[in-house]
C-alpha cells in the first residue's frame, strides 16, 4: 500500500502553527490573530485535496499510515478515514477555519494563548476522527479536553469556571472508564486471537474479535465505552454539562463545541458502540431500547426545555441536545437510513447550529447580552442579519430544501423501519423544533424595536459575512443536492450495517425500502486485509492480528 | 543454655514496652528512649537467633544497628535541641504549628 | 584486602557521591568570597559524575562484595532515577538556599549522602546492606528536613520525620530479625520457605513488620500521617527530594524483595490490594480540601504512591512479575520528574521565607510568569495523568499491569481516582489562569538554574509522555533481570 501523507499534514498543520506561535513575541499583538487566522486557513487548504482523492465506492480506509509507535504494547501510529470520518473531518477543518476568523474581534486579552490553544484543539479534533489505533485514539481525546477547558475558562463569560470545570470532570470521568474498556478490549482480543499472536490496539482488528467475545463481557465493553460516548453527545441523562459548557463559553469555543466536539461522540457510538453490540439478540435488543428511549427522551426534553430559555446562547445548546438526540435514534435504527441519516444530522447540526451560535456572537459583540428580552424587532436595523439568521433558524429546523430537513427525513424512515412509535416521538421533537426556534426568531427580530439601545445596531461587516455566508451555502447545497454526501456514506454505512445487523439486506423490511443485497463477496476478495472490520466479524482473525506488531507478547510468553 | 522462647519473649516484652511508650508518651526524650528500646529488642532477637541458626550474620547485624542507633540518636536530639531553641517545648503533643 | 577491582567499578556512583559529599565537608571551612558558586558546582559535579559513573554497573553486572549487592538492570535503573533527581534537586536549591540565608556546604552534602543511601538500598541483595541503606539516606533527610533551623515550621516536619521514621526503621528491623530467625540468612535470594515447624509464622510476621515499616517510608495508608506535616515543613527543594528519591529507592527495596522472596508475593497481596486502594482515597480526598500548594502536593505524592502500590500488587498478583515491575520502575522515573518539577516550581514561587504557598497566591500567575506557570500547569496534568504528557503513560502501564493480573476492581478504583484528583489539580489551574492577578507581590524574576531545571523536567515530562518506548523498553529489561520467584 502507497501511504501517503496527507492525513499527517491535515493532522499536524494545526499543531504547527500552535508551535509558530509560540515563538511570536507577546508585544505584536496584531501578528498574533494573523497568524492563527492563517493557520486557521492552512488547516482548511491542506485538507481539500481529500475531496478529489477521496475515492467514493472503495471499502475500507483510504489514505493510510501505519508507523509503529510505541511497540513493546503494539500501539501504532495509524491514521485512516472511510466516508463517515471523511465528512466529520471535512466539517471540522470548515468550521475550524471560521470560528477562528468569528474571533477576530470577539478576543481581546491573550489573543496568542487563545490561539494556540485553538489550534491544538483542532488537531486533537482531527486526530479523533482519523486515528485506527485505540491509543492515538484516547489520546486525542483526551489532548483536546485541555485546551476547551482553557477556551471556556479564560475567555468565557461569567460563570466560566463551574462550566469549564464540569465539562471537564464529566468529560473525563467518562474517558477514564473508556481507557478501561479498551485495555479490556485489547487483552480479550489478544486472547482469542490465540497464542502467540501479538498484542495490539488496531481498531479494526480489535473491533474484529469481539464476536468471539462472551456476551457479558460484550456487555461490559459496550458500557464501558457507552459512557465516554454518551457524555460527549451527550445523551439524556449525561447532558447537564452541555448547556453551562455552551453557555459560557466564547462564541468560536461555542461553535466547535457544538458543531464538532458532540460529534466525537456520535463518531463514537458508529465506529465503536455498533461493533461492540453483544451478538447475543435478547442482550442487545435490551441495549437498544435503551438507547432508543434515552434518545427519544432527549428529544423531546431538550426540545422542552428549549422553549422556557430566557438566554440565546442556552436555547441553541439545548436545542443541541434534542438534535443529538435524532443522531443516536438514526444509529441504533441500525439501518442503512438511520446511519447515514444521522452522519448527514451531524454534518448539519455542525452547519446549522454552527451558524446560530456565530449569530448569538455577532450580537452579544454589538450588545454583550444574550438574553432574549434585551432584544426585539432587530429586523429593522440589520435586515442582511436577519435573512441569515432566518435560514439558519430555517435550516435548524428542518425546513424541505435546507439541509435539516434532509438529516432529519432520512433517520425518520430508518427509525420507522423499526418502530413506528419512537418515529411518531421523534416527529413530536420536530414540532417543538420549530416551535422553540420560531418563536425565539419572532421575539428577537420582530416586531418593534422595543429597546432603544437597539435602534442603532450596525447589520453585519464583511468578515462577519465570511463567516455566515460559506455555512448557509452549504446548508442550501446539501438541502437541495446531497447526493454526494450519500455516495460518501454509502459504502461505509453499508460495511457496518452488514456488521452489526447481518440479516438486514435480506429481510423484507430492506427488500419493501429498496436495499440491494450485499455485494459483499465480490469486494473481499479485493481488500486488503487491514482494512476490512467485517470479514474478521465471520471469520477466524488470527492470521491478521498476527500480521501486526511483536515485542511484549515474546517478553510474557517466554516468562522464565 | 537458656532457650530460644525466653529470648524471643525479652524481645518481644521490649518490643511492647517501646510501643506502648510511644503511643503514650508525650514527651518526644521519652520516645527516642522508646525507640531505643526496640531497636535493642531487635538486636536480642537477633543474637539469640544467629544462635539458634548457628551463623554469625545476626551477631554481625546487631553492631550494625548499635552504630545506627547512636547516629540516630545524635541526629535525633540535635533535632530535638533545635527544636526546643525555638518553640522552649519537647512534648510532642505541643508541636502543632502544622496540622498534625 | 582490597575487594576485586570490578566490586569498586561496580559501586562508582555511591563511591563518586560519597567522595564529593566529604570533599564539600571538608573544603568548606577553608573557603570565603566566591564560595557558594563553588561549592554548587562542586555538589552538581559530583552528582553529575555519579549519574555518568552508571555506565559502569550497567555494563558490568552481576553480584559484589560476596553478595552484599546485586547489580542489576533494576539497580541500574533506580540508581539513574535517584541521581537525575539529586543532579536536579542540587540546581534547583541554590537560589533558595540564598534566599533563605542557609547556603552551606554540608546542605549539599547531605543530599549526596542521602542519594548515596537511595542506590545502596536500590542495589542491596541482602537485608543488612538494605538497612545501611536506608538509614545513611534516612538520616540524612531527617537533618535535611529541619535544614531551616531557625524556623519553627522546619523543626517541626524534621521532628516529625525523625521520630515516625525511625519507628518505621525499628518495625522494618524488627521484621528483618523475624525473617533472620524464619529462615537462618539475612540474604533475600537464600530465603526459602523454611522447612522447620513453625517457622512459617515467623517469616509471616517478619513479611508482616517490614512491609509496615516499608509502608511507613513510601507514605502509604495507613501510615500516611506524617506525610502531609513532613512534607509542608520541610525546606521546598527538601521536599522535592524527599517526595521524589527516598520514595522510589524504597519502592525498589520492596520490589526487590516482593520479586526474590517467594513468600512475600502471596503473603503481601492483600496488604498491597487494600493499602493501595485506602492510600488512593486518602490522598486524593484529603488534597481536595488543602488550600496550601505545597500541603496540596504533598497528599497528591501520597495518592501517587497509591497508584504505584497498585502496579506494585499487580507484580505480586500474577506470575508475570515483570509487567507490574516494569510499570512501577516507569511510574518511578515519571513520578520522580513531574513532582521534583512541581516542588521546584513551588519553592521559586513561595518568595523568601516561603511566604507564597497559598493558592490564593498563585492568582493570574499566567499573565504575569506565562512560561513558568504553562511548565506548572503541565507538571499538574502530568500528575492528573492526561495523555502527551508522561503522567498518562505512567498510569496507562499501571492499568494495563493491573488488568494483565486481573485486579480489575483495583484499575476500577485508580480510574475513579484520577477524576477524584482532577478536583484539586484543576484549581491550582484555574487560578493560574482564569482569575485576575494578584497585585500585592510581584513574583522574582526565574533564576537561571531554576529554569534549567524546570525545562528538562518538562522536557522530559514530554518525551516519556510521547515516546515512552526506549525507557519503557530498559524498564521492563529491568524488571527481567530481577532473579525469578
Not at chain 1, 102 to 129: C, D, H, P
Not at chain 1, 404 to 427: C, D, H, K, N
Not at chain 1, 433 to 455: C, D, H, I, K, S
Not at chain 3, 190 to 196: S, V
Request: net charge neutral; glycine share 8%.
Amino acid at each position: 500500500m502507497n501511504q501517503t501523507h496527507i492525513l499527517s499534514w491535515i493532522l499536524f498543520t494545526p499543531l504547527i502553527g500552535a508551535i509558530v506561535l509560540l515563538f511570536v513575541p507577546r508585544q505584536l499583538d496584531n501578528a498574533q490573530r494573523v497568524i492563527g487566522n492563517v493557520f486557521g486557513f492552512l488547516g482548511l487548504a491542506v485538507s481539500l485535496p481529500l475531496i478529489w482523492r477521496f475515492q467514493i465506492g472503495t471499502p475500507g480506509y483510504q489514505f493510510r499510515e501505519n508507523y509503529d509507535w510505541i511497540p513493546s504494547i503494539g500501539a501504532h501510529y495509524s491514521l485512516g478515514i472511510d466516508g463517515i470520518s471523511f465528512l466529520l473531518v471535512m466539517l471540522t477543518t470548515i468550521l475550524g477555519a471560521i470560528s477562528i476568523l468569528s474571533s477576530w474581534s470577539a478576543i481581546q486579552n491573550r489573543k496568542k494563548e487563545y490561539y494556540i490553544l485553538f489550534l491544538l484543539l483542532q488537531t486533537g479534533m482531527l486526530g479523533v476522527f482519523m486515528a485506527l489505533d485505540f491509543f492515538l485514539f484516547y489520546l486525542f481525546w483526551e489532548v483536546m479536553l485541555v485546551p476547551m477547558y482553557f477556551l471556556i475558562g479564560v475567555w468565557g463569560s461569567d460563570r466560566r469556571l463551574y462550566a469549564a470545570i464540569k465539562f471537564f470532570l464529566y468529560t473525563l470521568a467518562g474517558s477514564v472508564l473508556m481507557l478501561l474498556a479498551i485495555l479490556a478490549l485489547y487483552y480479550r482480543a489478544h486472547e482469542v486471537a490465540g497464542a502467540g499472536a501479538a498484542y495490539t490496539f488496531d481498531i479494526p482488528t480489535s473491533l474484529g474479535a469481539v464476536p468471539q467475545f462472551s456476551t457479558t463481557l460484550q456487555r461490559i465493553l459496550f458500557w464501558g465505552f457507552f459512557f465516554a460516548f454518551a457524555i460527549k453527545v451527550p445523551m439524556f441523562p449525561f447532558h447537564t454539562w452541555l448547556p453551562d459548557a455552551h453557555t459560557e463559553a466564547p462564541t468560536a469555543g461555542s461553535v466547535i463545541l457544538a458543531g464538532v466536539l458532540l460529534k466525537m461522540g456520535t463518531y463514537g457510538f458508529i465506529r465503536f458502540s455498533l461493533p461492540l453490540l453483544p451478538t447475543d439478540a435478547v442482550a442487545r435488543q435490551h441495549i437498544i431500547n435503551i438507547l432508543m428511549v434515552l434518545s427519544v427522551v432527549g428529544i423531546i426534553y431538550g426540545a422542552l426545555v428549549c422553549l422556557m430559555q430566557k438566554d440565546m446562547k442556552k436555547l441553541i445548546a439545548y436545542s443541541s441536545v434534542s438534535h443529538l438526540g435524532f443522531c443516536t435514534l438514526g444509529i441504533f435504527a441500525l439501518n442503512p437510513h438511520g446511519v447515514s441519516g444521522s452522519v448527514i444530522q451531524q454534518i448539519n447540526h455542525g452547519i446549522s447550529t454552527g451558524a446560530l451560535f456565530l449569530i448569538v456572537g455577532v450580537l452579544y459583540e454589538r450588545r454583550h447580552t444574550r438574553m432574549i428580552s434585551e432584544y426585539g424587532g432587530l429586523s429593522t436595523p440589520m435586515p442582511n442579519f436577519a435573512a441569515i439568521y432566518l435560514i439558519a433558524t430555517l435550516s435548524s429546523l428542518g425546513l424541505p430544501l435546507l439541509n435539516g430537513f434532509i438529516g432529519e427525513f432520512t433517520i425518520l424512515s430508518g427509525v420507522f423501519q423499526v418502530s413506528l412509535r419512537w418515529t411518531a416521538w421523534a416527529v413530536v421533537g420536530i414540532v417543538l423544533g420549530a416551535a422553540y426556534l420560531l418563536w425565539l426568531y419572532q421575539r428577537v427580530m420582530f416586531g418593534p424595536v422595543t429597546n432603544p439601545m437597539n435602534e442603532h445596531l450596525p447589520d453585519l461587516n464583511m468578515r462577519e459575512y465570511a463567516t455566515l455566508v460559506p455555512l448557509m451555502l452549504l446548508a442550501f447545497w446539501i438541502g437541495i443536492y446531497p447526493k454526494p454526501l450519500f455516495r460518501v456514506l454509502d459504502v461505509p454505512v453499508r460495511q457496518i450495517v452488514e456488521q452489526v445487523n447481518p440479516g438486514y439486506y435480506n429481510s423484507a423490511t430492506a427488500q419493501r425500502w429498496g436495499e440491494k443485497p450485499p455485494v459483499a463477496a465480490a469486494n473481499d476478495a479485493a481488500r486488503t486485509e487491514s482494512d476490512s472490520t467485517k470479514a474478521l466479524a465471520a471469520s477466524a482473525p488470527p492470521a491478521i492480528i498476527a500480521a501486526s506488531s511483536e515485542p511484549i507478547a515474546v517478553n510474557t510468553a517466554e516468562k522464565r | 543454655m537458656v532457650p530460644i522462647g525466653h529470648y524471643i519473649f525479652l524481645s518481644v516484652a521490649l518490643l511492647a514496652i517501646g510501643i506502648v511508650g510511644i503511643v503514650t508518651r508525650r514527651n518526644v526524650i521519652i520516645i527516642l528512649m522508646s525507640i531505643e528500646l526496640i531497636l535493642n529488642a531487635v538486636n536480642i532477637n537477633l543474637v539469640a537467633f544467629s544462635r539458634l541458626v548457628g551463623s554469625v550474620e545476626g551477631q554481625i547485624f546487631a553492631i550494625f544497628i548499635i552504630t545506627d542507633a547512636a547516629a540516630e540518636a545524635a541526629v535525633g536530639l540535635g533535632i530535638i535541641i533545635a527544636f526546643f531553641r525555638n518553640r522552649e517545648t519537647v512534648l510532642a503533643d505541643e508541636m502543632d504549628i502544622l496540622k498534625w | 584486602m582490597f575487594p576485586p577491582r570490578q566490586d569498586v567499578l561496580r559501586l562508582m556512583p555511591e563511591i563518586i557521591l560519597s567522595l564529593s559529599g566529604i570533599l564539600l565537608m571538608l573544603i568548606e571551612p577553608f573557603l570565603s568570597g566566591a564560595r557558594r558558586t563553588l561549592i554548587v558546582t562542586l555538589a552538581a559535579l559530583g552528582s553529575g559524575l555519579a549519574l555518568v559513573s552508571t555506565i559502569y554497573p550497567a555494563t558490568l553486572p552481576g553480584t559484589a562484595f560476596s553478595g552484599l549487592l546485586r547489580i542489576d538492570g533494576f539497580s541500574v535503573f533506580v540508581h539513574v532515577v535517584v541521581e537525575a533527581v539529586a543532579f536536579l534537586v542540587i540546581i534547583g536549591s541554590a537560589d533558595y538556599l540564598d534566599r533563605e540565608k542557609i547556603q552551606h556546604g554540608e546542605y549539599y552534602a547531605l543530599v549526596l549522602f542521602a542519594t548515596v543511601g537511595m542506590c545502596v538500598m536500590a542495589g542491596a541483595a541482602e537485608l543488612m546492606t538494605a538497612f545501611v541503606g536506608l538509614e545513611t539516606s534516612s538520616i540524612s533527610t531527617y537533618i535535611l528536613a529541619g535544614y531551616r533551623r531557625d524556623v519553627p515550621r522546619s523543626n517541626e516536619s524534621a521532628m516529625k520525620y525523625f521520630l515516625l521514621g525511625s519507628f518505621a526503621t525499628a518495625f522494618f528491623l524488627y521484621g528483618i530479625a523475624l525473617l533472620y530467625g524464619a529462615t537462618g540468612t539475612t540474604q533475600l535470594a537464600r530465603m526459602t520457605f523454611p522447612t522447620t515447624p513453625g517457622r512459617e509464622r515467623l517469616l509471616d510476621l517478619g513479611l508482616g513488620l517490614m512491609l509496615v515499616g516499608l509502608a511507613f517510608k513510601i507514605a502509604a495508608a495507613p501510615f500516611q500521617l506524617w506525610t502531609p506535616d513532613v512534607y509542608e515543613g520541610a525546606p521546598t527543594p527538601v521536599t522535592a527530594l524527599m517526595a521524589s528519591g527516598p520514595k522510589a529507592a524504597a519502592f525498589a527495596l520492596l520490589l526487590r524483595i516482593l520479586a526474590t522472596v517467594g513468600a512475600a508475593g502471596t503473603f503481601w497481596f492483600w496488604a498491597l490490594w487494600v493499602s493501595a486502594a485506602l492510600t488512593m482515597f486518602v490522598g486524593n480526598l484529603a488534597a481536595i480540601a488543602q488550600s496550601n500548594v505545597k500541603r496540596m502536593l504533598a497528599y497528591s505524592s501520597i495518592s501517587h504512591a497509591g497508584y504505584i502500590l497498585v502496579a506494585l500488587a499487580a507484580a505480586a498478583a500474577s506470575d508475570q512479575v515483570e509487567l507490574g515491575v516494569a510499570a512501577v520502575l516507569y511510574y518511578l522515573a515519571v513520578y520522580a520528574l513531574m513532582k521534583l518539577g512541581a516542588f521546584i516550581f513551588v519553592s521559586q514561587l513561595g518568595g523568601e521565607s516561603e511566604r507564597h504557598m497559598e493558592i490564593d497566591d498563585f492568582r493570574g500567575l499566567a499573565v504575569r510568569q506565562p512560561v513558568a506557570a504553562a511548565c506548572f500547569a503541565l507538571f499538574l496534568l502530568s500528575l492528573l495523568g492526561l495523555p502527551v504528557t508522561s503522567g498518562f503513560l505512567g498510569k496507562f502501564y499501571i492499568f494495563n499491569a493491573a488488568l494483565a493480573s486481573r485486579l480489575i476492581w483495583l484499575a476500577v478504583l485508580l480510574a475513579i481516582n484520577t477524576v477524584i484528583a482532577a478536583f484539586y489539580y484543576l484549581r491550582v489551574i484555574v487560578v493560574m489562569y482564569m482569575r485576575q492577578p494578584n497585585q500585592t507581590w510581584p513574583p522574582a524574576p526565574m533564576p537561571w538554574a531554576v529554569t534549567f531545571v524546570l525545562s528538562i523536567a518538562a522536557a522530559g515530562t514530554f518525551y516519556l509522555g510521547l515516546f515512552p518506548g526506549r525507557v519503557m523498553a530498559l524498564a521492563t529489561q529491568a524488571a527481567l533481570s530481577l532473579p525469578g520467584r
